[in-house]
Nanobody, 116 residues
Framework: QVHLVESGGGLVQAGGSLRLSCAAS????????MAWFRQAPGKQRELVAR???????YYGDSLKGRFTISTDNTKNTVYLQMNSLKPEDTAVYYC??????????WGQGTQVTVSS
């Protein structure tokens, strides 16, 4: 079982920055990849960025360049640096992880609100 705890959400003005953190509990099976998703009201949950244990990084459409995903493997933590935020980035941001059995885990979500 992997427990994910997000932090760092909040209210920011358009053009501002936020850094989200997600700490994962230790897994006996190891973590294969970690990711950030987001879900805005009335919309489907979408991938923001994913980073694998081998360092491969994937970004959702149109987000690369403003958002940066990174990890601190010593702390089993993944970060999402969000710059030049726009009102349309307003959403609940969820941390996601797969262990090496490919079991899927979700955090509780953290609200990001960008005011215009």
């Amino acid at each position: 079982q992997v427990h994910l705890v997000e932090s760092g959400g909040g209210l920011v003005q358009a053009g501002g920055s936020l850094r989200l953190s997600c700490a994962a509990s230790t897994s006996d099976f190891g973590i294969n990849d970690m990711a950030w998703f987001r879900q805005a009201p009335g919309k489907q949950r979408e991938l923001v960025a994913r980073i694998t244990s081998t360092g491969m990084i994937y970004y959702g459409d149109s987000l690369k360049g403003r958002f940066t995903i990174s990890t601190d493997n010593t702390k089993n933590t993944v970060y999402l640096q969000m710059n030049s935020l726009k009102p349309e980035d307003t959403a609940v941001y969820y941390c996601n992880a797969h262990d090496r059995r490919n079991y899927n885990y979700w955090g509780q979500g953290t609200q990001v609100t960008v005011s215009s």
